[in-house]
């Protein structure tokens, strides 16, 4: 993919990287001269030093030409006006938009006339909040939020001392709202599994499940057997 960043602050800098690292081919657009000079260093993509909510500039970025772009700046304004303008320019290009202020982004999300500028509504801050706040309340392992919908994607190692192990899958008695979607058994092998897959002695669970189901999912893959002796 070709993908056109505006903004390079630590968030636009990290979503070039990755995006480079996954081999996709990245353009930054930075205002700031001295940033846009050190990210010409820092990522192997084009960096131009403009303005993205110059049409100018977003042409001179090849535009009509890219397949997504993210407003990433910490402006909730520019970001969307930069939008609006990639998408006018490019109907077929999925836009991201950076939203800092969380009144913002409901405003965004619920205003018919703009949702069709941006495909999707990102806030690095109220994830990250979450993220903290989840944490908090059930910490201890891995996690991916999806917090509009109010669950999680969350990862639990097992070993022989776990009362799971080697139990089947429909013998866990799960809480209805959490699902296994995939385990690997010691050596890293994926297993897609069923009712009657029988989980390994050493591994890892991956389970998707809403958050009022977390603290009962928890306590079924962190009890232990009590040692004998």
């Given amino acids: 993919m070709y993908v056109i960043i505006m903004g390079a602050g630590r968030v636009g800098y990290l979503v070039a990287k990755m995006l480079e690292e996954d081999g996709h081919d990245v353009t930054i657009i ?30 001179e970025a090849n535009i009509k030409q890219a397949d ?11 970001n969307l006006l930069a939008c609006i303008l990639a998408k006018s320019l490019n109907p ?10 969380p009144k913002n982004r409901k405003i965004f999300e619920e205003v018919t006339d703009l949702k069709r500028y941006f495909d ?6 109220e994830i990250a909040a979450e993220y903290i706040s989840r944490n908090i309340v059930t910490p201890g392992f ?27 899958v429909k013998d866990l008695h799960l809480p209805r709202d959490a699902l296994i979607v995939a385990i690997y058994d010691s050596k ?3 297993i897609i599994p069923s009712g009657d897959t029988k989980l390994p002695e050493k591994g890892q ?5 809403k958050n009022s189901a977390l603290k009962e999912v928890k306590e079924l893959f962190e009890d232990r057997k009590e040692e004998s002796g």
Avoid: Y
């Fill in 30 to 59: 930075e205002m700031d001269r001295d940033r846009a000079k050190e990210l010409s260093l820092m990522i192997n993509g084009l960096v131009i030093e403009g303005d993205a909510t110059d049409t100018k500039t977003l042409e």
């Fill in 68 to 78: 997504a772009f993210a407003a990433l700046t910490g402006r909730d304004d520019a």
């Fill in 92 to 101: 077929n290009i999925k836009t991201s938009l950076r939203v800092s202020n």
């Fill in 120 to 125: 999707f509504v990102i806030s690095p801050e």
């Fill in 142 to 168: 891995d996690r991916v939020l999806f917090p509009k919908e109010g669950a999680e994607i969350v990862r639990f190692t097992i070993d022989e001392n776990s009362k799971v192990a080697g139990k089947l």
């Fill in 188 to 190: 890293g092998n994926l």
């Fill in 205 to 209: 669970i991956i389970i998707f499940a």
